[in-house]
């Protein structure tokens, strides 16, 4: 069994809405998509690379909106310090990978190094955070916490913003009009062809 489908499998035995079920889901397309691209040439790669970039830049985002002030309650400010300071540096990689031509060995080299660094960040959430805040948040507020979780998701930037990541309070403060602008670029790429 891989991680992705470990993931899954812990994701189902949590309650429908489950903060932690979501992230774990998540998780899991996150290494699928990784899968995706590595795998693809052409527009296929550009496409599996937008859709992986996209899901990255709004899953930190509502992480660090929602899940990081519980996690410094719950297991401690370092901790959550340190995910966020991890996030922030995925946030200025993942910027430089969106510059990158898919094409290049360059940028198969940096995602390669990329995926590796996002594959040790879930884990140590999985592994270090996710109990904590499981633990520490009844089954009331652990759907809650998702609910405001999806919802945070759908304002928070498609795209990287390295100048507000890793900082809860950042996000709050630039990531709604990031994300007005960044919604904009991608309907009109799409409608364009970009």
Do not use: C, Y
Request: glycine share 6%; net charge negative; no cysteine.
């Amino acid at each position: 069994m891989n991680k992705a489908e470990m993931e899954r499998k812990e994701a189902a035995r949590l309650p429908e809405g489950d903060v932690v079920a979501i992230l774990l889901e998540q998780h899991a397309r996150i290494r699928d998509l990784f899968e995706d691209v590595k795998a693809s040439e052409g527009v296929h790669k550009q496409q599996a690379f937008d859709e992986l970039r996209a899901l990255l830049a709004v899953h930190e985002t509502a992480e660090e909106m929602i899940v990081r002030p519980v996690a410094q309650d719950t297991v401690g400010k370092k901790e959550a310090e340190a995910r966020n300071h991890e996030e922030e540096e995925a946030n200025k990689v993942l910027a430089r990978l969106e510059k990158m031509d898919v094409a290049s060995p360059e940028f198969d080299a940096l995602l390669r190094e990329f995926e590796q660094s996002v594959s040790d960040h879930a884990e140590r959430e999985e592994r270090e955070e996710f109990p904590g805040v499981h633990s520490g948040r009844s089954e009331e507020q652990l759907r809650s916490m998702g609910t405001r979780l999806r919802a945070a998701e759908k304002v928070a930037p498609t795209h990287p913003h390295p100048s507000a990541a890793g900082s809860p309070a950042a996000q709050w403060a630039v990531g709604p009009f990031a994300s007005l602008v960044d919604r904009t670029r991608d309907a009109i790429n799409a409608a364009t062809g970009g």
